[in-house]
């Protein structure tokens, strides 16, 4: 138990850049074909495509909540926020990358908007949980956004507040998510891509908390 209870500690702490593993220069190869739609997700984005990189604990099923999510183009998954250069699935659950696991999400702004992205974001996940994720626990399954300009981290710092006064008249406790400008995001090797599609009974511990998450100007 105490071993259990000393693993599970180390794996909540991070690490920082002079502790975390040191990882390599060489990129994990993949194809970046989408596996559901057989869209790319290496290829440049359009005039009308944004992105955002959103970690809500295991990326296998909140990569699969976004590919379902009208206006979504192309999902992918991987590791971000941490010190690691191109970690391994291995290195990143080990606790000592300070990587989030993470997923990509790419989307139509002439069909869906940043805020309805987030409002699934918020919507599938317990972001109160600090290093864990319901039974997933690890500083890889803390809840964080990543976004490129000052406007969409104000779009999601937004979100939070409303969603936080939601949270708090429901009784539940204060959001630890992570909002971030964007970092350097390493792609997960070839089998963790669309990994529900491959493996249609594999685990999954999405769950949310079950409290909407309000959108748009009267939120």
Request: proline share 4%.
């Amino acid at each position: 138990m105490f071993r259990n209870s000393e693993e599970q500690l180390k794996k909540s702490t991070m690490p920082t850049k002079e502790t975390a593993l040191v990882g390599r220069s060489e990129a994990l190869s993949i194809s970046g074909k989408h596996a559901v739609n057989h869209a790319s997700f290496l290829s440049p984005m359009k005039s009308n495509e944004a992105e955002v990189i959103l970690a809500m604990g295991c990326f296998w099923g909140a990569e699969r909540k976004f590919w379902n999510t009208p206006g979504v183009l192309v999902t992918s998954v991987g590791y971000i926020g941490g010190f690691t250069e191109n970690p391994t699935y291995e290195e990143v659950c080990s606790g000592q990358t300070g990587h989030t696991e993470a997923v990509v999400v790419r989307f139509d702004t002439k069909q869906t908007t940043l805020e309805a992205i987030l409002k699934v974001f918020w919507e599938n996940h317990d972001p109160t949980q600090g290093m864990r994720q319901g039974n997933d626990i690890g500083s890889q399954y803390r809840s964080a956004i990543f976004l490129k300009n000052p406007e969409d981290l104000a779009i999601a710092e937004a979100t939070k507040a409303s969603y936080q006064k939601q949270l708090l008249a429901s009784g539940h406790g204060m959001i630890t998510t992570e909002i971030e400008p964007l970092s350097t995001y390493y792609f997960a090797e070839e089998y963790h891509q669309q990994y529900l599609h491959k493996n249609p009974n594999g685990y999954c511990g999405l769950g949310g908390t079950g409290i909407s998450c309000p959108i748009g100007l009267g939120a």
